[in-house]
C-alpha cells in the first residue's frame, strides 16, 4: 500500500530531482513595495504637473486609440458569450465580414466597428 503513496514511484530514479524555484525574501519583498496603479496625484507630484492635466493626458491617450475592427473572439469577449453565438449574430443581421482567407477557408475575420455599433444599437433595449 505504502507504493501507491510513494511519489517517486513515477519518476526515473537516476534522474536529478528538480526543485522549484521560490522568490527570496528581498523578490517577495520588492513586489509588496512596487504598487500596480499610481493615483493621478502621484503621478502628477512626481513630474511636477497638476492633477488636471495628467488626467487630461491620460484621457486624450485613450481617445486616441480607435478600434477599426473587431476579431470573433474580442467580439465573444465584449458581447460575454461564445464564438458560435457571434458567428450566428453577425449572420442574422446580415453583416459583412472582412476575411482575406481563401473561399472555403479558415482564416482570421474582422468586423468593422460600425458594425458591432449598429448591431448592438439594434438590440439595445431599456429595461422594464
Not at 514511484?9 to 513586489?31: D, L, W
Amino acid at each position: 500500500m505504502a507504493l501507491l503513496n510513494d511519489p517517486t514511484r513515477y519518476t526515473n530514479p537516476g534522474a536529478p530531482r528538480v526543485m522549484p524555484k521560490q522568490a527570496s525574501p528581498s523578490e517577495a519583498y520588492a513586489k509588496e513595495l512596487v504598487p500596480k496603479v499610481l493615483p493621478a496625484a502621484e503621478v502628477a507630484s512626481l513630474f511636477g504637473l497638476s492633477e488636471d492635466a495628467v488626467l487630461e493626458l491620460v484621457n486624450r491617450r485613450h481617445a486616441l486609440v480607435r478600434r477599426d475592427f473587431f476579431s470573433i473572439p474580442e467580439l465573444a469577449e465584449r458581447w460575454r458569450c461564445s464564438r458560435g453565438s457571434v458567428y450566428n449574430r453577425l449572420r442574422a443581421a446580415g453583416a459583412k465580414v472582412l476575411d482575406f482567407a481563401a473561399r472555403g477557408k479558415r482564416g482570421k475575420k474582422a468586423v468593422s466597428a460600425s458594425t458591432v455599433l449598429q448591431i448592438e444599437n439594434r438590440q439595445t433595449r431599456r429595461l422594464c
